[in-house]
């Protein structure tokens, strides 16, 4: 949350001026009713169990977002201590380890502080007991916790969401789309490790503290398993990373094309309504688009006058080259299509099969448009970036001949909403070219459709 709009801090001022409020509430009613749970080894224990969950999170995908199961420790609160006990216990992320200033830390600790006390309202309305549970409680309070936990991860979550839709695209698309992707996985993860919470409360009937101890083993295994998921999509993103720098390096000219591109086609499939799992995907296929000029003679990249027509044939089988390449790695599945065909053109006289209207495939037809949106308003070794604006105007008038009309009028409302924030994509203007290259490179740009390839036949 490094920059954040009015309405978003203008939010969290009323997340924690209300945790406050309710934790103040909440020692003031403890105090006058001569309850006990402030002073009970049950609040301290379950507080420092907390803090080292809360305190070694596990980092999900590009350390946009990260996981820990310290729900366990609110839930097993809300059976033993209650809402107010609970909602203490949430509190204590304000003084966690967990990296991250003030203002995070004031914000965290609001979250879970009401996230708990609405989990321990909505278990005393369901006639949960408080209090260490005897045997003769089960299974009757299994559904009061069940609706406490599921409230708990409810609440949490929405205070989260409502927050990042809050913040400035160019800050908190990524994340956004982040969670959106794991969101599945972090709400069952929630759920079920919320479960350890009423595993502490019942142990604490036969071990009594050092319950909290033992549950410290299923929750650890738990972060190491989410961590090694995390280290495996780290690593997806570490090969896509370095096929796309391995075409870079070969065609210069477009140093950081591959990423914009992937942010557009990612802004675009975010408009249309895509899935967090196609959206993920085409992600990559906007990465890996062009990893097939791998197989295109460098000096057929780097030409500067007319292709000859086998120069030319080279040029339009890199989509084909890119899917020998990339064909083998399994968790790109619908990516692959993108990468095949996001050349095709509607009027069916593109490549490499052309394909016509809708037997191009949707992450192709996504990615034509994204890929044509970069090339024009991207600086070349022949020309200046063009404007946003006559960027728009080229793909309107290239819609439905080039480009899916659908598709085209969905980017553009993408652009006019503010969703691409270019500073963030970044383009920068093209990398120094060695001594020993021409002035003038790479004239023949095959994904502008302003600047069209020019062909000489052969002899």
């Known amino acids: 949350?490094?920059?954040?709009?009015?309405?978003?801090?203008?939010?969290?001022?009323?997340?924690?001026?209300?945790?406050?409020?309710?934790?103040?509430?909440?020692?003031?009613?403890?105090?006058?009713?001569?309850?006990?749970?402030?002073?009970?080894?049950?609040?301290?224990?379950?507080?420092?169990?907390?803090?080292?969950?809360?305190?070694?999170?596990?980092?999900?995908?590009?350390?946009?977002?990260?996981?820990?199961?310290?729900?366990?420790?609110?839930?097993?609160?809300?059976?033993?201590?209650?809402?107010?006990?609970?909602?203490?216990?949430?509190?204590?992320?304000?003084?966690?380890?967990?990296?991250?200033?003030?203002?995070?830390?004031?914000?965290?600790?609001?979250?879970?502080?009401?996230?708990?006390?609405?989990?321990?309202?909505?278990?005393?309305?369901?006639?949960?007991?408080?209090?260490?549970?005897?045997?003769?409680?089960?299974?009757?309070?299994?559904?009061?916790?069940?609706?406490?936990?599921?409230?708990?991860?409810?609440?949490?979550?929405?205070?989260?969401?409502?927050?990042?839709?809050?913040?400035?695209?160019?800050?908190?698309?990524?994340?956004?789309?982040?969670?959106?992707?794991?969101?599945?996985?972090?709400?069952?993860?929630?759920?079920?490790?919320?479960?350890l919470g009423l595993l502490i409360a019942a142990l604490w009937h036969l071990v009594g503290p050092f319950a909290a101890v033992l549950v410290l083993i299923p929750l650890f295994v738990a972060r190491w398993a989410m961590g090694q998921f995390a280290a495996q999509e780290g690593a997806y993103s570490a090969t896509m990373a370095a096929l796309c720098q391995a075409v870079e390096t070969k065609d210069f000219y477009t140093r950081g094309h591959s990423e914009r591109v992937s942010r557009g086609a990612t802004l675009l499939a975010r408009q249309i309504g895509m899935g967090a799992e196609r959206v993920e995907a085409i992600r990559y296929a906007g990465m890996l688009h062009d990893v097939g000029k791998l197989g295109v003679p460098t000096k057929v990249l780097q030409k500067t006058g007319p292709l000859t027509e086998e120069e030319l044939a080279a040029i339009q089988l890199h989509p084909m080259r890119g899917l020998e390449i990339v064909r083998q790695i399994g968790f790109l599945t619908e990516a692959l299509?993108?990468?095949?065909?996001?050349?095709?053109?509607?009027?069916?006289?593109?490549?490499?099969?052309?394909?016509?209207?809708?037997?191009?495939?949707?992450?192709?037809?996504?990615?034509?448009?994204?890929?044509?949106?970069?090339?024009?308003?991207?600086?070349?070794?022949?020309?200046?970036?063009?404007?946003?604006?006559?960027?728009?105007?080229?793909?309107?008038?290239?819609?439905?001949?080039q480009f899916d009309p659908v598709l085209v009028d969905a980017f553009i409302a993408a652009l006019a909403q503010g969703r691409w924030d270019s500073q963030a994509a970044g383009q920068p203007p093209p990398a120094a070219l060695p001594g020993d290259f021409p002035a003038q490179v790479a004239a023949q740009d095959h994904d502008d459709p302003t600047a069209p390839l020019r062909v000489v036949e052969s002899r």
Request: charged content about 15%.
């Open 337 to 401: 299509d993108g990468i095949m065909h996001h050349h095709e053109r509607m009027d069916g006289k593109g490549y490499p099969m052309g394909l016509a209207g809708d037997e191009i495939p949707e992450f192709a037809r996504v990615i034509a448009v994204a890929d044509a949106f970069d090339s024009m308003t991207s600086t070349r070794s022949y020309r200046g970036a063009r404007s946003v604006g006559e960027a728009v105007a080229e793909l309107r008038k290239c819609s439905g001949m």
């Open 1 to 195: 949350m490094s920059r954040l709009t009015r309405a978003a801090w203008l939010y969290m001022a009323v997340v924690v001026t209300a945790a406050v409020l309710l934790l103040a509430h909440v020692l003031v009613q403890a105090m006058a009713g001569g309850q006990d749970y402030l002073l009970s080894r049950a609040l301290l224990v379950l507080a420092v169990l907390f803090m080292i969950c809360d305190s070694s999170p596990t980092t999900l995908t590009s350390r946009q977002s990260a996981w820990s199961p310290s729900s366990a420790a609110t839930l097993a609160a809300v059976v033993l201590l209650g809402p107010g006990g609970a909602a203490l216990v949430g509190a204590t992320s304000l003084i966690s380890l967990r990296r991250g200033g003030l203002r995070e830390r004031a914000f965290n600790g609001a979250m879970y502080a009401l996230s708990a006390y609405a989990s321990g309202e909505a278990y005393l309305a369901l006639g949960g007991h408080i209090g260490v549970p005897r045997p003769g409680l089960f299974p009757g309070i299994i559904l009061p916790f069940a609706a406490a936990a599921a409230v708990h991860v409810a609440v949490n979550h929405g205070l989260l969401w409502s927050m990042l839709l809050l913040l400035p695209p160019s800050g908190a698309s990524l994340q956004r789309g982040r969670l959106d992707l794991h969101l599945s996985l972090l709400l069952v993860s929630d759920l079920g490790y919320a479960t």
